[in-house]
């Protein structure tokens, strides 16, 4: 029959401690410390003495208290940066749901865990926690989150904001370059009114995007024709691409850097009488899966979120391993995978419906 308290409830098993263990082995506290752990120059007789004592009285060590004298608990944390104040689960977003698991398996390869904090977490939240190191994805300008880490002087991996920063370490993709391979890709197939849809200028990548876009506009004298998505979700994302298709002056080429569901976005350019790829091309930002199998097949640039999460692991465990609090950053490439979706058919031909995939290059 189990036990209960004044409340109703099981009643709390009181916990053995080391110096229960001590006392019934007739040893001292030191003496069953060492015993349990292995170190120590004790007899074996000692040695099995005081495991013997240890599980008859069911006595569990302390697992954080014993990694914390060793100097290590093996636990990173990991957050969120963008839209952290909004209503959302950025599970939700394929490209993070990716970089979050990649990083995960990356970390327990290492025998490392991950801790998922709030991104709005403030350090009273997070200082009680061992944590050895820390990722901030997605950190906004000027994140606070980036800031406490920093200042706790806890490692980091996060974007390349934070380069020569002492204790940071940051992964990266060429935001500029990306952004030209997919507008020249667009540009050859006689695009001339690219239109782009992109999140406001919060995190580094978004500002580089949105500047290199412009700056490219300018140089093929066009006009940039952008469409701002506040909001996280397909919802907000497919809003801001029927902005883009509206106008007197329709585009002919679809840039979506907003993450957004590519059948969606088809969707939204039939509603606006737009034939894909007959008269719009369209290019997504994205890692859905769903885009090889559309209606035609959306090209996709892909930020390869499992590199990045294997290489920024990989960054934190030397700087671990070393203790080093000098700075360190790595860029991996994108990838752009051409399908139908941005690749104009021949006049006259049945290229619309031949098949058109293939990687950039």
């Keep these: 029959m189990t036990e209960t308290s004044r409340g109703g409830g099981p009643a709390a098993v009181p916990r053995v401690r080391l110096v229960d263990v001590a006392r019934e082995a007739g040893l001292s506290k030191t003496t069953v410390s060492a015993a349990l752990n292995g170190t120590g120059r004790l007899s074996p007789e000692v040695r099995e003495r005081a495991r013997e004592a240890a599980r008859r009285l069911g006595y569990r060590p302390n697992a954080t208290a014993r990694l914390l004298r060793a100097g290590h608990a093996r636990l990173i944390g990991y957050a969120v940066g963008e839209y952290a104040d909004a209503n959302w689960a950025y599970m939700e977003s394929p490209y993070l749901a990716q970089l979050t698991s990649a990083t995960a398996t990356a970390a327990l390869a290492r025998g490392y865990a991950l801790v998922l904090l709030p991104a709005t977490t403030s350090p009273n939240e ?188 990989e960054l934190l465990m030397a700087a671990l391993g070393s203790g080093s609090r000098e700075p360190t950053g790595a860029l991996v490439p994108t990838k752009l995978e051409i399908r139908r979706s941005s690749v104009r058919p021949a006049s006259g031909s049945a290229a619309a419906d031949a098949p058109a995939d293939r990687p950039a290059g």
């Design 126 to 313: 997070w200082a009680d926690l061992p944590l050895d190191a820390a990722i901030v994805a997605d950190p906004v300008t000027g994140d606070p989150l980036v800031e406490d880490f920093l200042a706790a002087g806890i490692p980091l991996f996060t974007d390349r904001s934070v380069e020569g920063r002492p204790g940071a370490h940051w992964v990266d993709v060429d935001a500029d370059g990306a952004v030209r391979e997919v507008l020249d890709h667009l540009h050859a197939q006689g695009a001339r009114r690219i239109a782009m849809v992109t999140p406001g200028p919060t995190t580094r990548f978004n500002a580089a995007v949105l500047e290199t876009y412009e700056r490219w506009c300018a140089e093929h004298g066009a006009a940039a024709r952008i469409s701002l998505c506040a909001r996280p979700g397909n919802g907000p994302a497919v809003e801001a691409v029927e902005q883009a298709l509206g106008g007197s002056e329709r585009p002919d080429a679809l840039f979506v850097v907003a993450e957004a569901n590519p059948p969606l976005v088809l969707d939204a350019a039939r509603r606006h009488g737009r034939a894909v790829p007959a008269d719009l091309l369209v290019v997504c930002v994205s890692e859905d899966g769903s885009a090889v199998h559309a209606d035609p097949p959306v090209t996709t640039l892909s930020l390869r979120p499992a590199l990045i999460a294997e290489k920024g692991v």
